[in-house]
């Protein structure tokens, strides 16, 4: 049996990405929606989840290290001088490091303050990613996993995925997407044993990489008529993209680029592409350690 999990990434980000991912679980594709709580627009998210979950929809932790306000007070490696993270190419150099434990211990105390703010709302979370694939960097997956482990988070994503690049792009876009996919696949991948024994789980395989914000319906089409047997999820980022210029560290990422890969999420043919590949969709199962 074929499954697939279709996870939009970044609920939270602003008012425009979560309607676009709204837009996008109410058409029946989206099953599952990763929550970035240090977003600005984290209580628009929370307003829809209760119902989501109520339907089905499962719902886990983006885990941001990378951009905005920490959720835990006091730390001093992860944000800067004016108290915010770093941005993403400064966080994933720091993130890099092996055997620091001060930043070890840092990361381990806002993954808990970040559970912390969807726990309090009454949100039962059934799995954790991250924001930018942090949660998969030396410095975090040690404890991204024990921490998940503690409070019976069941699922862990691992991106590795064989490199492949949407028929949409070309030259050197095609080429700083590959490159960057290519360092999180590896990363993944000696991320992988980390789970081993934890009772945290991930899926058989994953999808997305190579295709964020470059989704294209022939591209599903072929990743639905490939997909291997068992449990995988496909990561997504719909949105939609703002009238005008967006402002806060989060602005870059709503965007036309968004809009065209909702675009494909409602298209129609969708369903009846997965039912002609006998692939069934699927939010996170329910199972604990």
């Given at each position: 049996?074929?499954?697939?999990?279709?996870?939009?990434d970044d609920l939270g980000t602003d008012i425009y990405r979560n309607r676009g991912i709204a837009e996008a679980v109410n058409a029946g594709v989206v099953?599952?929606?990763?929550?970035?709580?240090?977003?600005?627009?984290?209580?628009?998210?929370?307003?829809?989840?209760?119902?989501?979950?109520?339907?089905?929809?499962?719902?886990?932790?983006?885990?941001?290290?990378?951009?905005?306000?920490?959720?835990?007070?006091?730390?001093?490696?992860?944000?800067?001088?004016?108290?915010?993270?770093?941005?993403?190419?400064?966080?994933?150099?720091?993130?890099?490091?092996?055997?620091?434990?001060?930043?070890?211990?840092?990361?381990?105390?806002?993954?808990?303050?970040?559970?912390?703010?969807?726990?309090?709302?009454?949100?039962?979370?059934?799995?954790?990613?991250?924001?930018?694939?942090?949660?998969?960097?030396?410095?975090?997956?040690?404890?991204?996993?024990?921490?998940?482990?503690?409070?019976?988070?069941?699922?862990?994503?691992?991106?590795?995925?064989?490199?492949?690049?949407?028929?949409?792009?070309?030259?050197?876009?095609?080429?700083?997407?590959?490159?960057?996919?290519?360092?999180?696949?590896?990363?993944?991948?000696?991320?992988?044993?980390?789970?081993?024994?934890?009772?945290?789980?991930?899926?058989?395989?994953?999808?997305?990489?190579?295709?964020?914000?470059?989704?294209?319906?022939?591209?599903?089409?072929?990743?639905?008529?490939?997909?291997?047997?068992?449990?995988?999820?496909?990561?997504?980022?719909?949105?939609?993209?703002?009238?005008?210029?967006?402002?806060?560290?989060?602005?870059?990422?709503?965007?036309?680029?968004?809009?065209?890969?909702?675009?494909?999420?409602?298209?129609?043919?969708?369903?009846?592409?997965?039912?002609?590949?006998?692939?069934?969709?699927?939010?996170?199962?329910?199972?604990?350690?």
């Open positions: 049996m074929k499954y697939i999990i279709v996870n939009a099953t599952s929606v990763s929550v970035l709580v240090n977003g600005p627009a984290f209580d628009d998210a929370f307003a829809r989840l209760p119902a989501w979950q109520g339907r089905g929809i499962s719902v886990g932790l983006h885990l941001n290290l990378s951009e905005g306000y920490p959720a835990c007070k006091g730390l001093s490696i992860l944000p800067d001088e004016n108290g915010c993270f770093r941005g993403k190419s400064s966080a994933h150099k720091l993130l890099m490091q092996k055997g620091n434990k001060e930043l070890e211990r840092e990361v381990a105390l806002e993954i808990e303050a970040q559970i912390g703010l969807l726990e309090s709302k009454t949100i039962r979370i059934s799995h954790l990613d991250g924001h930018q694939h942090v949660h998969v960097f030396p410095a975090v997956i040690e404890a991204a996993v024990r921490v998940a482990q503690g409070h019976g988070i069941s699922w862990l994503r691992i991106p590795e995925e064989r490199a492949t690049v949407p028929p949409v792009l070309g030259g050197g876009e095609s080429h700083l997407l590959s490159r960057e996919a290519d360092m999180f696949s590896h990363l993944a991948v000696t991320a992988r044993p980390f789970l081993g024994g934890s009772g945290v789980r991930t899926t058989n395989h994953f999808r997305g990489l190579y295709a964020k914000g470059m989704l294209s319906l022939a591209y599903l089409e072929n990743l639905l008529a490939l997909v291997p047997p068992g449990l995988t999820e496909l990561m997504v980022h719909p949105g939609r993209a703002p009238a005008g210029p967006g402002q806060g560290p989060f602005a870059a990422f709503s965007n036309k680029d968004r809009e065209s890969e909702l675009d494909v999420l409602l298209d129609p043919r969708i369903i009846k592409i997965l039912e002609e590949k006998k692939v069934s969709l699927t939010p996170y199962p329910e199972t604990r350690p």
